[in-house]
């Protein structure tokens, strides 16, 4: 069956950085979109970057410039290097896959990022 494992999440002080990995099964990983979103307490699920299967990536406007989404098809892993944390960026960070043609979706089981001093 079809597997996402993020790791990675954790505390961290303000200014501090983490990596966030997810490594997938069951699919044939180099087709898939892969992106990472997150939620916090009382807000809605949004998304913070994504990468096509070709390694074209976007991110969300509030994290541009400090996290950078990257993948690698010989690992089936996508990673998020998250830098310059800030306490807003505390959240449960999910990752996706996604084969949009065949209308294949899947999502990973979260991992908690907490920004605190």
């Known amino acids: 069956q079809v597997q996402l494992v993020e790791s990675g999440g954790g505390l961290v002080q303000p200014g501090g950085s983490l990596r966030l990995s997810c490594a997938a099964s069951?699919?044939?990983?180099?087709?898939?979109?892969m992106g990472w979103y997150r939620q916090a307490p009382g807000k809605q699920r949004e998304l913070v970057a994504a990468i096509t299967n070709l390694g074209s990536a976007n991110y969300a406007d509030s994290v541009k410039g400090r996290f950078t989404i990257s993948r690698d098809n010989a690992r089936n892993t996508v990673y998020l290097q998250m830098n310059s944390l800030k306490p807003e960026d505390t959240a449960v960070y999910s990752c996706?896959?996604?084969?949009?043609?065949?209308?294949?979706?899947?999502w990973g089981q979260g991992t908690q990022v907490t920004v605190s001093s």
């Open positions: 996706n896959a996604n084969y949009r043609i065949i209308g294949r979706n899947y």
């Open positions: 069951g699919i044939t990983f180099n087709m898939y979109a």
